[in-house]
Nanobody, 123 residues
């Protein structure tokens, strides 16, 4: 069974930094794209950043220049370095990954979500 586990969230003052991690575990063939999403109270979940298996990245306009997504394919882990945090970055951050598994003799791809890690930016 594939599982994504996030860590690194917490309380930080405006202007501070946090680094989120998300590790995939379980039986899998490979991981394609990985990404971070967030959901603030009363709002819909939104994309924060994504990264392909080859390292191409994409960011929401609201975090460009402040957040950096990276991945370690050997460790099956994706990271989100968050700098210059603002109160509006407060949300639960979720990790997502496109995972390829072998089902009998066929490859199947499905999206998997982590349980979320809360980030609160407040003085």
């Amino acid at each position: 069974q594939v599982q994504l586990v996030e860590s690194g969230g917490g309380l930080v003052q405006p202007g501070g930094s946090l680094r989120l991690s998300c590790a995939a575990s379980g039986s899998m063939v490979r991981i394609h794209g990985m990404g971070w999403y967030r959901q603030a109270p009363g709002k819909q979940r939104e994309l924060v950043a994504t990264i392909t298996s080859s390292g191409s990245t994409n960011y929401a306009d609201s975090v460009k220049g402040r957040f950096t997504i990276s991945r370690d394919n050997a460790k099956k882990t994706v990271y989100l370095q968050m700098n210059s945090l603002k109160p509006e970055d407060t949300a639960v951050y979720y990790c997502n990954a496109e995972i390829v598994v072998l089902v009998y003799s066929d490859y199947e791809t499905f999206g998997s979500w982590g349980q979320g890690t809360p980030v609160t930016v407040s003085s």
